[in-house]
């Protein structure tokens, strides 16, 4: 059984650089054609795509968070990890990793980590 | 972007009930939607994907159809663990859209 798990800071201050990493265990994130997702959800809000990366290390990411975000792959580790830079309080959510799951316009996330709390705040 | 709404944002049923939620798109998005249920401190689960198709250990009182703009999900006869917070998701482009949800409440 596919798992993943978050980890990470979960107090940030304003203006610094959110780091997490997700690790995935039960499965090689090198195999079949997935790619691995961010996704955030803000204390009583909805969900946010915030980008995915393949393993070969190409990257997508959510115009709206695309000049803050950084998402890379640690294949050695079988982890991959988020970079959201010049944080506010904006950015305060429940931070998710999932696994896409695709076969070309079909696309889903079935398997998401338990979620880590990340407080922007000073 | 692809925008997604979902109605009712919330409603009330008893158990037994069958319940309705209904999604849509801003554009086609022909059969490229996606179902997820999320209860209070959990992550989401995968119910449907492909508008219509049900995810490997799903029961199979989830039922979702629609094509194009339009696309619902139903619960014939709602269990107590099925109140929660339903989520549509689209996957036609990126970024990849979520709707706002629809809460589950017991009556």
């Known amino acids: 059984q596919l798992q993943l798990q978050e980890s990470g800071s979960g107090l940030v201050k304003p203006s610094q650089t959110l780091s997490l990493t997700c690790a995935v265990s039960g499965g090689s994130i090198s195999s079949g054609t997935y790619s691995w997702s961010w996704i955030r959800q803000p204390p009583g809000k909805g969900l946010e795509w915030i980008g995915h990366?393949?393993?070969?290390?190409?990257?997508s990411y959510n115009p709206a968070l695309k000049s803050r975000v950084t998402i890379s792959v640690d294949r050695s580790k079988n982890q991959f990890s988020l970079k959201l830079s010049s944080v506010t309080a904006a950015d305060t959510a429940m931070y998710y990793c999932?696994?896409?799951?695709?076969?070309?316009?079909?696309?889903?996330?079935?398997?998401w980590g338990q979620g880590t709390l990340v407080t922007v705040s000073s | 972007d692809i925008q997604m709404t979902q109605s009712p944002s919330s409603l009330s049923a008893s158990v037994g009930d069958r319940v309705t939620i209904t999604c849509r798109a801003s554009?086609?998005?022909?059969?490229?939607l996606n179902w997820y249920q999320q209860k209070p401190g959990k992550a989401p689960r995968l119910l449907i994907f492909?508008?219509?198709s049900l995810q490997s250990g799903v029961p199979s009182r989830f039922s979702g159809s629609g094509s194009g703009t339009d696309f619902t999900l139903t619960i014939s006869g709602l269990e107590p663990e099925d109140f929660a917070t339903y989520y549509c998701?689209?996957?036609?482009?990126?970024?990849?859209?979520f709707g706002p949800g629809t809460k589950v409440e017991i009556k």
């Open positions: 998701q689209q996957s036609y482009n990126s970024p990849r859209t």
């Open positions: 999932a696994r896409g799951n695709e076969d070309q316009l079909l696309y889903y996330f079935d398997y």
């Open positions: 492909a508008a219509s």
């Open positions: 554009q086609t998005i022909f059969s490229y």
């Open positions: 990366i393949y393993e070969s290390g190409t990257t």
